[in-house]
């Protein structure tokens, strides 16, 4: 399994980014997908997941109505939308296959007030 983040970037407070994350080595398009972030200095905490069939998404509370996880499994993508950011959206964003618990490298974004 191979995941591979791209999109991240230095915005100001209120801007977006779009997070990409392409998949291989497994059958995508059977398989939820989750994007989770670290934050300087905290946990490492999960932001959303979006099951096989795109239709159903899940999001942690302090992302709702700012941020949109989508897929496209005719490209073996997952996507995160991310709309109105903070600066305590600040992180390394990760990408997640929990079937096989594999991770991307991280994609780095960084928010300034």
């Known amino acids: 399994v191979q995941l591979v983040e791209s999109g991240g970037g230095l915005v100001q407070s209120g801007g977006s980014l779009r997070l990409s994350c392409r998949a291989s080595g497994f059958t995508f398009r059977h398989f939820a997908m989750r994007w989770y972030r670290r934050a300087p200095g905290k946990e490492r905490e999960w932001v959303a997941t979006?099951?096989?069939?795109?239709?159903?998404?899940y999001y942690v509370d302090s992302v709702k109505g700012r941020f949109t996880i989508s897929r496209d499994n005719a490209k073996n993508t997952v996507y995160l939308q991310m709309s109105t950011l903070k600066p305590e959206d600040t992180a390394v964003y990760y990408c997640?296959?929990?079937?096989?618990?594999?991770w991307g490298q991280g994609t780095q974004v960084t928010v300034s007030s």
């Open positions: 997640n296959d929990p079937s096989s618990n594999s």
């Open positions: 979006v099951m096989p069939d795109g239709d159903s998404t």
